[in-house]
């Protein structure tokens, strides 16, 4: 007797074989029980549309974890994930239907109509979507709440509904109670991964599976899920046909809550009638890669596992699973600089047995595993447990799929740029250094610029190390599943990369909200080099730059404006319209500056004052620009600084930051500003004026703290005013004062408070020789700043010019 006919022994029906989407131990039954019961069809869980991907499964280059990714043609955002990793049951029977030339098809609910439900439920504002994930379908964050996999089949997690009428049941949490496991991952790793696939009947896990999950189905009916009911009336249609085709050599891969539902004996006309009037999309669907941390419950996906790491290891290792996962661990601590040796290991292999056998278990878990790591190779702490965790437990694997999977025409154009630029998705986050004199890293800046604009976050620009210059980029990229969908959404703006993003980049400063929108995306612009948008953007700019009057806007305007002349100088794009467009926006900011400063409240002041340092800094790059056409912008700026700095009705930090801006550019001399700050700290002033005046002229990251060390008279002058401040007045000016001076380096508060300790110097200049405080003399001591040079030669590379072309460092230097 086959197995098949063992199994139909039950009641004439289907091989129905429950399992736990993602469970290693359901795998490896899944696996024998078709070994032994060689069926001639194999029907699966899944979306009936994906039966054409089914043999791209046998594909060399297509390496799990991976997922079948359904989105709406209409509407790309709408789409549902069905991941599988090489572990998952679905996975080993699709491969073994490959291998043994037997059919395999899917018999879920087609996502046509599951996409549909999910727009209907957005109609109304419903989420109760009864496919066990609790959310809706055609979720696109590609957290797998729309995965068709629900949350019943053995995968332990607890999704709670809207309220009390919709009562979701877990069946391994019901099961694991009554056999008094607090835990239902540990219990299920007792009773299914540890126990291996039914010595001598490869059947039997189904056989008692299947038994609990009818108890369960007796007691709870749906368990709460009503579109169940709907999704198992399509899949026993499908076994039927499935039936009348291979007559009894049908076998089923289905989620273990499902095959009570499929055992049950109903009509046609019943199961047709359940189906009768369900809402429809026309859908598309392909093969997308996957990642284990995807897989995991941390990434919220409905039907995830806790250690998709740790599952791959018990699914592949051929032998002593422990040995082998306490191995990789010594290996990853040790490829971190940590003293892990082989004695390590034998003792955590020792003690994760000793706690299996006082814990009851047949061999030892995660749980053991963990703690054993814990003790023996991480002395106790949790710092590099995390480590192992994140990098093993859970795990960075990037699944891959075959060039030949259907694709929308703009990723397959990312993917050939991908290759010609050789920058290879990966799930692990890596840092991407890009120096853009050369030809391929100012591609790959291209690409990565414009599948921003897109919406595609693949890279985020971060701080450059070692240089500011415009010529360098750091990226920080990590491709995550999810982005497929991006990418299939911004599908609707062309077929290319590059007309995609001009595209979009136009409808953009179309619908931008303001002009500080537009400018940003100008920039955007320039740094993706879309010389077909940037006219369309420049004109909208122009128009919104004469209309808008609000010097808050203009300001903020103004500083995108000008780093994108510097941009577009280092990637020889011409920005002449754009330099014009900066400059009458500066004009304009000058003009309405004064009298926008005048009678504003704290915030307000603020708020402001960072608007004169954002324009200051423009105008000094836009007073260099060869475009900017429009004279002497520094001039009139540093006119405007003078303005605000004597005007009364303008707020003290900013009348503190003007004359802070006008001594840095030196268009103030020292002996004027001392004068300044003398006539605002004097007795007249209220002190919360003072107090601000103060944080504009040394606060707020402006190195001022290295002014008040370097110029004792101003520091003198600070001291004097703060030690006469009225007792009922200090109250009120310390948390301004604490929030400027605790914005300082340490080591500058350190010397501030010596210079005050120690007194102003004589006459209140300069401190004076002898003062006893290091770093501070009449005179520059050639002796300390000689004792440098060597240092200098090795981090400058100096000592090989020297030795080519004889100058000493003096020389070179000067």
């Known amino acids: 007797m086959t197995g098949v006919e063992r199994a139909e022994g039950r009641g004439a029906g289907p091989l129905l074989l429950g399992v736990r989407h993602h469970g290693p ?3 490896r039954a899944v696996r024998a029980a078709l070994e032994e019961a060689r069926p001639r069809v194999v029907l699966i869980e899944g979306p009936p549309e994906a039966d054409a991907l089914i043999p791209l499964a046998a594909d060399e280059e297509m390496r799990p974890p991976v997922a079948l990714l359904a989105h709406a043609v209409d509407e790309p955002g709408r789409s549902s994930f069905w991941p599988l990793a090489e572990f998952s049951p679905e996975w080993v029977a699709i491969r073994w239907a490959l291998a043994h030339d037997v059919p395999a098809r899917f018999i879920d609910l087609p996502a046509t109509h599951t996409l549909a439900w999910g727009r209907q439920e957005e109609a109304t504002g419903t989420v109760n979507d009864g496919d066990g994930d609790g959310d809706r379908e055609g979720d696109s964050d590609g957290d797998g709440d729309s995965d068709g ?76 899920h009503d579109r169940d009911l709907v999704r198992e009336a399509h899949m026993r249609l499908q076994v039927r046909a499935a039936q009348r085709e291979f007559e009894d050599g049908v076998a089923v891969v289905c989620g273990a809550w499902h095959v ?14 359940l189906l009768k009037g369900l809402p429809k999309v026309k859908t598309d669907m392909t093969w997308v890669p996957w990642t284990h941390r995807r897989l995991s419950r941390i990434s919220g996906y409905g039907a995830g596992i806790e250690s998709p790491g740790w599952y791959g290891h018990l699914f592949s290792a051929p032998d002593r699973p422990v040995e082998r996962w306490l191995t990789k ?53 949790d710092v590099p447990l995390a480590l192992v965790h994140d990098r093993l437990v859970v795990g960075d694997v990037l699944g891959e799929v075959p060039p030949t999977a259907p694709a929308v025409p703009l990723q397959r154009d990312l993917a050939r740029l991908q290759r010609r630029l050789r920058l290879k998705p990966e799930a692990l986050e890596r840092e991407l250094e890009l120096d853009l004199r050369k030809e391929t890293d100012a591609g790959r800046s291209r690409l990565l610029h414009r599948l921003r604009l ?46 995609a993003a001009t595209a979009k980049a136009e409808a953009d400063g179309v619908t931008a909200q303001g002009l500080a929108d537009v400018t940003a995306l100008a920039e955007r612009c320039l740094l993706a080099e879309l010389p077909d948008a940037l006219p369309t953007v420049m004109r909208i700019l122009a128009d919104r730059a004469a209309l808008d009057t609000d010097v808050g806007h203009l300001a903020q305007a103004l500083p995108a404006l000008v780093r994108s002349l510097r941009y577009g100088d280092v990637r020889g794009t011409a920005t002449g319209a754009l330099g014009e467009v900066a400059a009458g926006l500066a004009e304009r900011v000058f003009v309405g500056m004064p009298p926008a400063c005048a009678a ?82 004097s007795p007249g002033t209220p002190p919360a004026d003072a107090a601000a005046w103060i944080e504009g002229f040394v606060g707020g990251g402006s190195g001022g703290g290295m002014l008040l060390v370097h110029d004792e008279r101003l520091l003198g002058l600070v001291d004097a005013w703060l030690t006469g401040v009225p007792a009922e007045a200090f109250t009120d000016v310390l948390p301004l004062l604490r929030r400027t001076f605790s914005a300082y380096e340490p080591g500058v508060r350190r010397t501030l408070g010596e210079l005050v300790r120690r007194g102003p110097g004589a006459g209140g200049g300069p401190a004076a020789a002898g003062s006893g405080i290091p770093g501070f003399a009449a005179e520059l001591d050639a002796a300390r700043a000689d004792a440098v040079l060597p240092v200098l030669r090795l981090l400058l590379g100096l000592d090989e010019v020297d030795e080519k072309t004889g100058n000493d460092l003096a020389g070179v230097t000067g």
């Not at 709670?160 to 069946?171: C, F, K, Q, V, W």
């Not at 099961?175 to 835990?183: F, T």
């Not at 009570?260 to 009638?273: E, G, M, S």
């Not at 990226?475 to 609707?492: D, H, I, K, Q, Y």
């Open 25 to 27: 131990g359901s795998a």
């Open 149 to 224: 996999h629900d949350n019943r089949d053995g995968d332990d997690d607890r999704d709670s509904g809207p309220g009390p009428a919709d009562l979701r049941i877990d069946p391994l949490g019901v099961l694991a109670d009554a056999a008094g496991y607090d835990d239902p991952e540990r219990w299920w790793e007792d009773v299914v991964e540890h126990r291996g696939v039914g010595q001598g009947d490869a059947l039997a896990p189904f056989t008692v599976l299947e038994d609990a999950m009818g108890a369960l189905r007796e007691t709870y009916g749906s368990g709460g």
């Open 260 to 273: 009570p539902a499929l055992r049950r004996k109903t009509t046609v006309a019943a199961d047709k009638a």
């Open 329 to 381: 661990v010594a290996g990853l601590l040790r490829a971190e600089d940590r003293i892990v040796s082989s004695a390590h290991v034998i003792e955590a292999v020792r003690l994760a047995e000793t706690l299996a056998a006082m814990r009851g278990r047949p061999l030892p878990g995660l749980s053991e595993t963990t703690d054993a790591v814990r003790a023996v190779m991480c002395e106790g702490s």
């Open 454 to 499: 897109l919406g595609v976050a693949w890279g985020e620009p971060a701080a450059s190390r070692g240089s500011t210059g415009t010529f360098r980029e750091t990226w920080r990229l990590r491709w995550e599943p999810e982005l497929s969908v991006r990418v299939a959404e911004a599908g609707v703006w062309g077929t290319t990369v590059l007309s």
């Open 600 to 681: 504003l409240d704290a915030d307000a002041a603020e708020e402001m004052r960072r608007h004169v340092d954002a324009v200051h800094g423009a105008v000094g790059l836009l007073g260099d620009a060869p475009a900017a056409g429009h004279g002497d912008l520094r001039g009139r700026w540093q006119s405007v600084l003078r303005v605000l700095c004597g005007r009364d009705t303008v707020p003290g930090v900013i009348r503190g930051r003007a004359v802070r801006l006008l001594l840095d550019d030196g268009e103030l001399a020292q002996d004027e500003a001392a004068l300044l700050m003398g006539l605002v700290l």
